[in-house]
Nanobody, 115 residues
Framework: VQLQESGPGLVKPSQTLSLTCTVS????????WTWIRQPLGKGLEWMGA???????YYSPSLKSRTSISRDTSKNQFILQLSSVTPEDTAVYYC??????????WGQGTQVTVSS
């Protein structure tokens, strides 16, 4: 199983950050697919997930700004984070959650929020 994040590395404040995770070796109609981020020097932060059914779950602290969707024809799932600030600067990972284990991770993509 491989996951690969893609999207812009630089986003301006107040804009919407959009990242795509392309999955190979497994179908996104199985398991749960999550977004996790890590600011420099800080711990991992779980942002949200989309289930095999298409149901979505979000961190309460980010729920008002976060949307996760999917394109099953491309086996991709997408993160959108609106109204970004410099505090959203982080490495963003897409990760599979399978039977309570985060077993496959993308390599991560750096997103910087700056004008």
């Amino acid at each position: 199983v491989q996951l690969q994040e893609s999207g812009p590395g630089l986003v301006k404040p107040s804009q919407t950050l959009s990242l795509t995770c392309t999955v190979s070796g497994a179908s996104i109609t199985t398991s749960y697919w999550t977004w996790i981020r890590q600011p420099l020097g800080k711990g991992l932060e779980w942002m949200g997930a989309i289930a095999y059914s298409g149901s979505t779950y979000y961190s309460p602290s980010l729920k008002s700004r976060t949307s996760i969707s999917r394109d099953t024809s491309k086996n991709q799932f997408i993160l959108q984070l609106s109204s970004v600030t410099p505090e959203d600067t982080a490495v963003y990972y897409c990760v599979r959650l399978n039977y309570y284990e985060y077993d496959y991770w993308g390599q991560g993509t750096q997103v910087t929020v700056s004008s």
